[in-house]
Every structure is written in C-alpha cells, then in structure tokens.
T-cell receptor, first 109, second 112 residues
Framework: GIQVEQSPPDLILQEGANSTLRCNFS?????LQWFHQNPWGQLINLFY???GTKQNGRLSATTVATERYSLLYISSSQTTDSGVYFC???????????FGKGTRLSVIA | DAMVIQNPRYQVTQFGKPVTLSCSQT?????MYWYQQKSSQAPKLLFH???????NEADTPDNFQSRRPNTSFCFLDIRSPGLGDAAMYLC???????????FGPGTRLTVL
C-alpha cells in the first residue's frame, strides 16, 4: 500500500522562527492534503495540494509530484501554530487518504 | 457558517455497553467519513459513505457499524465497546471522493 513518511517527527521552535516540514510518499499522487491538529484534537485542513505551490498567510506548501514529496513552510511561527501537522495522500479519487504519522510542533515564547 | 458537528464531544461508556456517536454537516457534501484516532497516532479510516453507498475498510472490526439516514447525518455505532476502543472518533466530509476533507471537532470516547 501507499507509504507516507513525515519528517521531522518532533520540532521545537522559538516564536518568530521559520520551519519546513516534509512529506514523502511512495505512489503517484491524485490527492494530497495538509492538516493541523490543535491541542484539543480538531483537525483543520490547511492545503489541498496534489501539485504546485499555494500560500495562505504565513503558511505555504509545495508538492513536487514527479519526485513524490511535499513541503509545508511555516514562517514567523506563533505559539498558536503548536500541534501536530499531518500530511495525507491518495493515488486516486476513489481511494481513501493515507495519513503520515505527523510532525509534532511546539512553538515556545 | 457551514460546518461539521459531532455530538457528544465526550462520551463515557462501560465495557460492553453499546454507544452511538453522531455527526451532522451543513456543507451538503456527498461523502462522509468516520476515523478512529488513538493517542499519538494518525487518524485511521473506519468507513465512509458516498451518498448512500457504504464502504467499509477491510480491517474495521465488525463491532463498528454506521448509518447514514440522510445527507446531513451519519452515526457510528459501537455494539460492544472494549477497552481498546477508547479513542478520539473523528467525522469528516468532502464534496466528492478525492476532494478536500473537512473534519468535525471529534468525540473522545472513554471505556470503563
């Protein structure tokens, strides 16, 4: 089956720092999504990005489908960015998303 | 605001006592999903509905059932909860298969 690997597994940042989270996947991509899970457990969709680059405020994401990876950039991090970031991928519209194990981010003031 | 709502947010049940979790959506999406998430793990898909078509994941235990009486509502029934079923249960929706998924806040289930 599809393998989704995220790195790093844990990350601690000082407030204001920038970071890059990586997602590698083993199969061709039809559907790739980045989620943020806050400390209360709510999963928020950040990006739907099977290819290309998107930006939303301090966050941006790039997926290079031919090389089977996606990157999530967080700039000027804030304490509210803390939580777990998941990448999830599917190789067709009819197959379920496969989630990576996540990157746990802690932003300290 | 359009959203995905889950009730209750916290559920405590006894070992073996049936429990039902509820999910409703105002997005009018065709697809509804149920995920199980255990502590420090990724969400694991249990099943999903595309309209009325039910799709069960191969490794979802028979103890877990689901109902979707209409577009807006979907229920997760756990017939005989065991201690290993304690988890966060997440409902999600998408307009179509393969589209952006929107999650509810989850129901945290405790089994005593």
């Amino acid at each position: 089956g599809i393998q989704v690997e995220q790195s790093p597994p844990d990350l601690i940042l000082q407030e204001g720092a920038n970071s890059t989270l990586r997602c590698n996947f083993s199969d061709s991509v039809n559907n790739l999504q980045w989620f943020h899970q806050n400390p209360w457990g709510q999963l928020i969709n950040l990006f739907y990005i099977p290819s290309g680059t998107k930006q939303n405020g301090r966050l941006s994401a790039t997926t290079v489908a031919t090389e089977r990876y996606s990157l999530l950039y967080i700039s000027s991090s804030q304490t509210t960015d803390s939580g777990v970031y998941f990448c999830a991928e599917a190789n067709s519209g009819n197959t379920p998303l496969v989630f990576g194990k996540g990157t746990r981010l802690s932003v300290i003031a | 605001d359009a959203m995905v709502i889950q009730n209750p947010r916290y559920q405590v049940t006894q070992f073996g006592k049936p429990v039902t979790l509820s999910c409703s959506q105002t997005l009018n999406h065709n697809v509804m999903y149920w995920y199980q998430q255990k502590s420090s793990q990724a969400p694991k898909l249990l099943f999903h509905y595309y309209d009325k078509d039910f799709n069960n994941e191969a490794d979802t235990p028979d103890n877990f059932q689901s109902r979707r009486p209409n577009t807006s509502f979907c229920f997760l029934d756990i017939r005989s909860p065991g201690l290993g079923d304690a988890a966060m249960y997440l409902c999600a929706t998408s307009r179509e298969g393969g589209a952006t998924q929107y999650f509810g806040p989850g129901t945290r289930l405790t089994v005593l």
